[in-house]
């Protein structure tokens, strides 16, 4: 079964200028009944969006429809809280396919590559640059290379190299899935467990 | 020989395979699910038309969507219902053993595994909810997963993950009365932040870790991932071969002759090199209290709250952000603030002994009118062991009510809800905006800082009661 592939992503951004942004603001718990991974978008940062009648919150950076494209530029700490996979369904949901920030909650980083969401750890310098730019001119164009692991920002004279796992990036690239890879090495599996009854 | 932690020798032994510049093949002894990150797990494996791979070492529990009261009755919400009857569908079909909602071994997941024996020392355990780190206190590795995951372990029973870097928190010293396993923890997070241990698998240890028993091992091991850690752990000793020898359903297994010999290696080697140590002195530690809305935002329950956490222009307007949120400014004190809710339960304190240190300190005395409590036990025995020792009527006695097991109002995903506004002192893990209800105020505390604030309808000190 194939998955979502990335290799090169070319777009406008979106800033979220708070760092340690948890899994409850980015899906409420009150949205996890879904029995499917659909439609989680509709409630992307959910109470920060709108407020509690319903009103839509206009200093939300979301709702200001001068900022717009498919990466999210956020604070340190990005995804930290629950494990619910949930949060990066949201955030993919609603039309990221890259989120950017100087450090990742372990949990969400994991969840977010398990489903074609490129996390991309950068500098915590370069980012305040990048967040800057970007809220400065909402029409700053960021291209994110997988292939060679670069973060370009010209406007903001940014060209910034970014860790990832090879087996992860490959995974990417090519739109693998693990579950494919352990069920086909099924037999080592079996090998182990014998060998541990022992 | 290469000298271990206890981590390495655990993860190690429990390598199917190495993939060269990636993860680890990793086996897992046990997987608990419940029913809000499992279904898409499962439609993964019908859309697959593949079984689940080892069904008798999965557990499955509804806890996280469940009323509290009238369990016995259908649950009211549509979405919950129908989320609970998937999971049952689920276990059915793929033949998994459900302690569901009336069972009598129901209750939160990370309760009824150690209560039911299926938590022992060298395992390896998943489950698809972040506080799985709880089990760590009985010397395994054990961590939360998404529900990609989930499906990969209900799959595989194999999980591909980096293995992470290893760090050692150290608590030595004595401490002070009125001061718990949730305390020590908070501090630990408040001094470490809530990512200083991102990338980190954690070993507790020192005098104070070694004296607390397997209940207050859990509470510390739970809120592991409030600090970022992948996971916490604590090295298995006589404490826990006790509490195992009197689980019923492993009556037997442990010979009462002593320590069982293959857990002899189950600690770190004295030469072990660890990535990161920390050391903290117990008898410094006080009642905590968290001010803001993420769990490393605590202080000391009479502590004053800070200007800024000390960071740079994003760290300053969030901190900012969080205290207005919270309605509270730099340079306020949190003693005698009002309270409107109180919450004891979760997985993180809401065990017997926690009941216990809750009753104790009401006993004899009346809740607050200006306070609404949900006492909630984390799961049937320990509501059941509640009755049986009386607790239940001494809680009655000062205006307290027992519920019925669940998550409740730790993450209010069913009715339990702090309205919008109210401050509610609560024994949980997690004191993000909303967490336990929109525009609701968290501020995390112990059982007994909770009972105080219950008795006083502030916040109080827990020390004030206890001679």
Known sequence: ?198 | MEAKTLFDKIWDSHVVRHIDEGPDVIYIDRHYIHEVTSPQAFNGLNDRAIPVFRPEKTLATADHNIPTLNQDQEIKDELSRNQVRKLEENCSKYGIELFGIGHPNNGIVHVIGPELGKTLPGMTIVCGDSHTSTHGAFGTVAFGIGTSEVEMVLATQCIMQAKPAKMRITVNGKLQKGVTAKDVIMYIISMVSASGATGYFVEYAGSVIRSLSMEARMTICNMSIEMGARGGLIAPDEITYEYLKRVPSLAGIFPSSGFPEKWNDLKSDPDAIFDSELEFRGDLINPMITYGTNPGMGMAIDGTIPETDGAKQEGAASFLKSLDYMGFKPGMKLLGHPVDYVFVGSCTNGRIEDLRAFAEMVKGRKKASNITALIVPGSRMVEKQAIREGLTGILKEAGFELRQPGCSSCLAMNEDKIPPGKYAVSTSNRNFEGRQGPGSKTLLASPLTAAAAAITGKITDPRDFIN
């Open chain 1, 1 to 198: 079964m194939s998955k979502t592939k990335f290799d090169i992503l070319r777009s406008t951004c979106v800033p979220l200028l708070y760092e340690n942004v948890d899994t409850d603001q980015i899906i409420p718990a009150r949205f996890l009944s879904a029995t499917s991974r659909e439609g989680f978008g509709e409630n992307l940062f959910r109470d920060w969006r709108f407020s509690k009648s319903g009103a839509v919150n206009i200093d939300f950076i979301l709702n200001n429809p001068e900022y717009s494209g498919s990466i999210l530029v956020a604070g340190k700490n990005f995804g930290c809280g629950s494990s619910r996979e949930h949060a990066v369904w949201a955030v993919f949901d609603y039309g990221f396919r890259a989120v950017v920030s100087s450090f990742f909650a372990d949990i969400f980083k994991n969840n977010a590559l398990n489903n074609g969401l490129l996390p991309v750890v950068i500098p915590e310098k370069d980012l305040g640059t990048l967040l800057s730019c970007v809220t400065k001119d909402p029409e700053t164009i960021v291209t994110i290379d997988l292939h060679r692991q670069l973060l370009i920002a010209p406007a903001a004279q940014l060209s910034v190299s970014f860790e990832i796992n090879p087996y992860k990036k490959e995974c990417l690239l090519k739109g693998l899935d693990d579950i494919d890879y352990l069920l086909g090495i099924q037999n080592h599996i079996i090998d182990y467990e014998l060998i541990k009854s022992k």
